[in-house]
């Protein structure tokens, strides 16, 4: 098994950082009508999934704080589900976009949660 040195050596935080960087340059062709609304609101949310895994994965000394900002992720990853159904619904991204990115974000729960039922392996700080 690889060792952890930092946050972006997580499989999530990659996976969370690859769907933020799709969503951004989806949400390029939104209309300009948008943009200080579900353009804003989906990259804004889909980038804390991974900030809130990094502030996380510095405060791992304390459990509770480690385990709080994993939920905080995960309440980031449903709000960018949320996003890209109204996306979707306006017809600002196809089935298939759709598709992909909301199975990226059903991985991304699925890590998260992982994570949490393992914290006290994470939360080992040497």
Known sequence: MKRINSVSDLE??????????????????????????????????SRSVCVN???????????????????????????????LEFALKCKYINNETFKMLDEKYEHIFAKLITMERKADSFCKVS
């Open 53 to 83: 895994l990094a502030e996380g994965w510095r405060k791992r000394r304390y459990k509770a704080v480690f385990v709080n900002k994993l939920t905080d992720a995960e309440q980031e990853a449903a709000e960018t589900q949320t996003w």
């Open 12 to 45: 999530v935080y990659k996976l969370a950082f690859e769907s933020a960087m799709e969503i951004f340059e989806i949400s390029k062709s939104f209309p300009k009508e948008e943009i200080y609304s579900l353009t804003d609101q989906i990259r804004r949310s």
